[in-house]
Structure formats: C-alpha cells, structure tokens
C-alpha cells in the first residue's frame, strides 16, 4: 500500500524555523518528483515547493522563495521542508503528495502536519 | 501566481447533476491539458478525481467527468450522491516559475 506520512509539525514562534519530513512506503520513491501542498485554517490549498526524483528540479511558490527549502533523501524513501523565517501566514496544515506518474496531478497525499506560527 | 477562479459553492439535489467551473490564463489553463480535480472531505487529505482534464483515475465513479473550453475547465458530477458533498479543488500546470496553481475551492451542498 502506498502510503505517505508528514512529520515535524508544530508551534513555532514568528522569525523560527521548522523542518517538516514525509515518509513514503509501498512505492519506489526514487521514481516519483515529490510536492509540499499547504491548506491555512478554513482556507483553500495552496501548492509550496517541488522536487524531481533526482532533485535535479527544484520550484517554489513566491510566498515561500527564499525562505522554504525542498529536499529528499531517496536512500530513506524521505522528503522534506525546511521552513525558515517563518511568518503568522505560514500557519497551515502541511502535506505531502505524490507526483501522479507525470501527469502534473497530485496522488496520493499524506495526512498533513499542522504548523502553528505564533508569538 | 493567482488562483485560479471557482465559485464558492454549488448546491444539487440527490441524483441531479452539477458543474463546477474554473477560470485562468493562457498561461495554465488554457495553455496545457494539465487541469486536475480534487475532492476534499472535511478534516481528510484532498483525493485525486480528475487528472489531464478529462481522465478519472482507477477507482473514481464514472459519474465524475471533465472538460475544458479556452482558459475555463469545468468538473460535472451527474446522478450527485450524498458523499459527493465536500469542497472541489482544481489545479492546474503555470508556465510561471512556480509549476503549479490551485484554484479558489467550491464547496458542494447535496440539499
């Protein structure tokens, strides 16, 4: 069963920095680009960052460039985000998804970490 | 990057049919058959219903069905059931540097 599970999420205050990890099982990791979605409280989703199997392509949303970095581990069939200066409108639930076999689609998600940026 | 545009909710009786629309540019939309659909449950993780515009992954009921027309892809739910009611996002390829863009979300009521 192919099955994604996020990590690391939590309170952090405004200005702090937060690494978020996503375990993948049940599929061969190292075939798949890999993609970080978010969804603030009661709000809608909003695409982060994505990586390519060999993390030879790296794209972020504006809200994020500069302070958010993408990044997998294929060895441990790991992804992960560091998020730093991290901002009130950073709060959000945090998931992990799939790259959908090349078809810009996303599938199957994890569950979601919830990230809490709050003084 | 804006999101791409959806109506806030639609609303349908059992077993009547819905359509869902969403508007871009050029540059996602209407640019690239990539648009994707997703369901959301509350307090569950979004599902993949449409993928390429028009195709339904294995697995999703065939009364789900996509389409495109210029810059607007639209999602169709015929013979709507009562777990049908969730939020609906679309999602589309940007020749922007951020890849990928999702739409406002529309919430569908099953009266």
């Known amino acids: 069963e192919v099955q994604l599970v996020e990590s690391g999420g939590g309170l952090v205050k405004p200005g702090g920095s937060l690494r978020l990890s996503c375990a993948a099982s049940?599929?061969?990791?190292?075939?798949?680009?890999m993609n970080w979605v978010r969804q603030a409280p009661g709000k809608g989703l909003e695409w982060v960052s994505s990586?390519?199997?060999?993390?030879?392509?790296?794209y972020y949303a504006d809200s994020v460039k500069g302070r958010f970095t993408i990044s997998r581990d294929n060895a441990k069939n790991s992804l992960y985000l560091q998020m730093n200066s991290l901002r009130a409108e950073d709060t959000a639930v945090y998931y992990c998804?799939?790259?959908?076999?090349?078809?810009?689609?996303?599938?199957?998600w994890g569950q979601g970490t919830l990230v809490t940026v709050s003084s | 990057q804006s999101a791409l545009t959806q109506p806030a909710s639609v609303s349908g009786s059992p077993g009547q049919s819905i359509t869902i629309s969403c508007t871009g540019t050029?540059?996602?939309?209407?640019?690239?058959?990539?648009v994707s659909w997703y369901q959301q449950h509350p307090g569950k993780a979004p599902k993949l219903m449409i993928y390429?515009?028009?195709n339904r992954p294995s697995g999703v009921p065939d009364r789900f069905s996509g389409s495109k027309s210029g810059n607007t892809a639209s999602l169709t739910i015929s013979g709507l059931q009562a777990e049908d009611e969730a939020d609906y996002y679309c999602?589309?390829?940007?020749?922007?540097?951020?890849?990928?863009?999702f739409g406002t979300g529309t919430k569908v009521t099953v009266l």
């Open positions: 390429e515009v028009s």
């Open positions: 049940g599929f061969t990791f190292s075939s798949y680009s």
């Open positions: 998804a799939r790259d959908f076999g090349g078809k810009m689609a996303f599938d199957p």
């Open positions: 999602s589309s390829y940007t020749s922007s540097s951020t890849l990928n863009v």
């Open positions: 990586i390519s199997s060999s993390s030879s392509y790296i």
């Open positions: 050029s540059s996602d939309v209407g640019g690239y058959n990539y």
